[in-house]
């Protein structure tokens, strides 16, 4: 039986990573977009819905909110990949 949960560890462990790594790349990447966004860069926009923009001013704070939700998002992600790999190292 413990074939069949490592098993499933193993599916778990390959879409979490997946999801840690997209957490990580999409809060780096979004933070960097917000700064180029607020020096100048007009080809990226920052809306709250189709029709509201994002001022100027508040670009960075927003991304920074944002940035902060992903990785507590992906710290947990991560406790979760830890708990996945215990009966790997045993």
């Known amino acids: 039986m413990i074939w069949f949960?490592?098993?499933?560890?193993?599916l778990g462990l390959l879409i979490?990573?997946?999801?840690y790594v997209g957490l990580i790349v999409s809060a780096v990447i979004g933070l960097g977009a917000s700064i180029l966004c607020t020096i100048g860069i007009?080809?990226?926009?920052?809306?709250?819905?189709p029709n509201i923009p994002v001022p100027r001013y508040l670009r960075i704070p927003i991304m920074c909110a944002f940035v902060a939700v992903l990785l507590i998002i992906a710290k947990y992600v991560?406790?979760?990949?830890?708990?996945?790999?215990?009966p790997f190292q045993s």
């Open 5 to 10: 949960y490592r098993f499933l560890a193993t």
């Open 16 to 19: 979490f990573k997946v999801l």
């Open 42 to 49: 007009t080809q990226i926009e920052m809306t709250l819905t």
């Open 78 to 86: 991560k406790r979760i990949i830890n708990f996945l790999l215990n």
